[in-house]
C-alpha cells in the first residue's frame, strides 16, 4: 500500500539518525542504561577483588542448548507451578524510575525478561492439545480465511466432460466443412456426433459434440457463398479441446490439510464439487479495554483522551484469524477485570495496559489471584516490553498488551499472532529479509520493531514510531525487526509484514 503523502514513486521520509521522532522514553533509558554500565565497569576496575562471588548484574547462565536457565523464583516457565511475586509488583521487581524496590540496576530485568525471539516461540508453543476447537464442516462462503483440516479432494474429473477452450466451430476431418443450422451452447447437452466434412458453431465451456476433431477458432475461419466453413489456419488435431480430466480426476488431492483457505481455493473446491469445507474454526477472542481516561467519542479533554485501541484491536485480531466475541471497557476496576476474565470462554483473552506494576495496574494480581500461570511476562522489545502472555485455564490463554498504541501492536505481533496462528492451524509464513535505506537507531538491550514501507526491494523507516504513536504505523506495510544496538543503512533486517498488506510474499484474505 502507499503511505499518505507519496505519490508516484516519491520517497517516503526516512528515519535518520537526528530523527527527533524517537527522542522519547526508550532513548532516555537508553542512554541511562550505557551510563550505568560504564559506571558499572568503573566499580569494578576499582574493586580489589573481581571474582570473589557472583554479581547480580550479571546474565543468567545458559544451560547446554543454548536457553537462559531460570532466571529466579520470581520467573514461571511454561510446565511449572510457580509464580511471580505478589504484592502488585511485575515479575522482576522492578518500578517505573530504573531499579528494583531494593535498589537492583535496571539491566538486571533486561536480562531477566524473555528475548523477542524466544518470546514468540513461546507463545507458538503455548496452547495445548484440548485448546484447540475440533475440525468443523463450514459453507464456501464462511471458509475465506480458515485452515483446511482435511485434504480437499476431487469429486469429479475437471473438466467432467470434453469442452470447447474458444469459441468458433467444432469441425470433423478435413475442410470445407458443412456447417449445421443449430449451435452448441456451455449449459446445453451435446448434439449428435459429427461426420468428416461436419462443423458446428460452439461457444467457449460447451460440451463437444462426438467424433469433433478440433475447434477452429472464429477469428481462423470464414464461410464462402454457398454457406461451407474455410480454415484461414488449420488446426492441429485436439486444438482448443479441453479433455475430460486434464486438470484432475475424480478422486485426487488437490491441496493438502493446513492450507489456507484464499479466494481461489474457494474457487477450486466449487469446481470440483464441494458446497462445504472441513476447516479449523476462527479461535474466539475477548477485548477488555482498561483505563479511566480512555474517551469512546469527541475530542480529548480536562485529562481524558480518546481510546485508540478498542476500535483497532478487533479488526486487527480478526485480520490474524480470529473470531471477536466481545469488546468491554471496564476502566480501572480490579474486581471488574477478574470477573470479566473468569467468567470468558473465550480461547483468547486480550488486556489492553495494566500491565505493568503502577497503582492501577490490575493486570498481574488479577493473574496470580487466580492462579495463573506465567509464560512470558515482558519481553526484550520496543516498544511494548512491559507485554505478557499467561495460561488463565487449560484451554485459555491472556495476552497483555501495553497501553501505548504502538507497544499494543508489537504485543499483537510478538504474542498474539503465533499463539493465533496454532490455534487457528496456519502455517507460518517463511521469513524474509530487506535492506533499510536508512540507519535506525537500536536499545543496547533489546529488538526494536520499527514501522517501515517497502519500496523497491527496500525497508524504508517511517517517523512517528514512539510508542504511544500511531501515525507511523499507520501508513506502513510492516515492522522492520531491529537488533541491540541498531542497523546501518543496507544492513538486512526481518520483515513482519501487517496482515493486510499485499506488497510482499503472501497476503492475507481475511
Not at 496470580?368 to 509464560?375: K, M, P, V, Y
Request: proline share 10%; hydrophobic share 35%.
Amino acid at each position: 500500500m502507499t503511505a499518505p503523502g507519496v505519490h508516484g514513486g516519491q520517497d517516503v521520509e526516512p528515519l535518520e539518525v537526528r530523527d527527533r521522532g524517537i527522542e522519547d522514553r526508550d532513548v532516555e533509558e537508553a542512554l541511562a542504561l550505557v551510563k550505568e554500565d560504564r559506571d558499572r565497569a568503573r566499580r569494578r576496575d576499582d574493586a580489589p577483588d573481581r571474582t570473589s562471588s557472583p554479581r547480580r548484574d550479571t546474565a543468567p547462565a545458559e544451560d547446554h542448548a543454548g536457553v537462559p536457565a531460570p532466571a529466579g523464583p520470581g520467573t514461571r516457565t511454561p510446565g511449572t507451578q510457580s509464580h511471580p511475586p505478589g504484592n502488585g509488583a511485575s515479575q522482576h521487581g522492578t518500578s517505573q524510575h530504573g531499579t528494583s524496590q531494593h535498589g537492583t540496576p535496571q539491566q538486571d530485568r533486561h536480562h531477566k525478561v524473555t528475548p523477542w525471539p524466544e518470546a514468540r516461540e513461546i507463545a507458538a508453543r503455548a496452547p495445548r492439545a484440548c485448546a484447540r476447537r475440533a475440525p468443523v464442516p463450514v459453507a464456501l462462503d464462511a471458509a475465506l480465511g480458515l485452515t483446511l483440516a482435511a485434504p480437499l479432494t476431487a469429486l469429479t474429473d475437471l473438466p467432467s466432460f470434453d469442452t470447447s477452450a474458444m469459441d468458433g466451430w467444432a469441425v470433423a476431418g478435413p475442410g470445407p466443412w458443412v456447417v449445421r443450422e443449430e449451435g452448441v451452447l456451455a449449459g446445453h447437452a451435446a448434439r449428435a456426433r459429427l461426420d468428416d466434412g461436419e462443423a458446428v458453431r460452439i461457444a467457449t465451456g460447451a460440451r463437444i459434440p462426438p467424433d469433433t476433431t478440433a475447434v477452429l477458432r472464429s477469428e481462423h475461419g470464414r464461410t464462402d457463398d454457398r454457406g461451407r466453413l474455410h480454415a484461414t489456419r488449420d488446426p492441429g488435431h485436439g486444438q482448443d479441446i479441453r479433455p475430460r480430466g486434464q486438470e484432475c480426476r475424480s478422486g485426487d488431492q488437490l491441496l493438502p490439510p493446513g492450507t489456507t483457505v484464499t479466494p481461489a481455493v474457494l474457487g477450486l473446491a466449487a469446481a470440483a464439487g464441494y458446497d462445504t469445507l472441513t476447516a479449523v474454526p476462527r479461535p474466539r477472542a475477548d477485548v477488555l479495554v482498561l483505563g479511566d481516561e480512555l474517551l469512546t467519542e469527541g475530542l480529548p479533554h480536562d485529562g481524558l483522551i480518546r481510546d485508540a485501541l478498542g476500535p483497532m484491536l478487533p479488526p486487527w485480531l480478526r485480520a490474524l484469524g480470529a473470531e471477536v466475541s466481545s469488546v468491554r471497557r471496564l476502566g480501572d476496576d480490579a474486581d471488574a477485570l477478574h470477573e470479566a476474565i473468569t467468567a470468558s470462554d473465550a480461547d483468547l483473552v486480550v488486556t489492553t495496559g495494566g500491565t505493568a506494576s503502577g497503582p492501577v495496574d490490575h493486570v498481574q494480581p488479577t493473574l496470580r489471584r487466580i492462579d495463573a500461570e506465567f509464560l512470558v511476562n515482558g519481553v526484550k522489545v520496543r516498544p511494548g516490553h512491559p507485554m505478557l502472555l499467561a495460561r488463565t485455564k487449560e484451554n485459555q490463554h491472556l495476552v497483555g498488551l501495553p497501553g501505548n498504541p504502538l507497544a499494543a501492536v508489537s504485543g499483537l505481533l510478538t504474542l498474539a499472532e503465533p499463539l493465533l496462528r496454532t490455534l487457528a492451524a496456519r502455517p507460518e509464513r517463511e521469513p524474509y529479509l530487506l535492506s533499510l535505506r536508512e540507519a535506525v537507531h537500536g536499545h543496547p538491550y533489546d529488538t526494536r520493531l520499527v514501522p517501515v514501507v517497502l519500496r523497491a526491494g527496500q525497508a524504508v523507516p517511517l517517523h512517528y514510531n514512539g510508542p504511544a504513536m500511531l501515525r507511523g504505523v499507520a501508513a506502513a506495510d510492516a515492522l522492520a525487526v531491529v537488533p541491540p544496538g541498531g542497523a546501518r543503512p543496507g544492513q538486512a533486517a526481518e520483515i513482519l509484514e501487517l496482515p493486510w498488506s499485499t506488497s510482499g510474499p503472501g497476503a492475507c484474505f481475511t
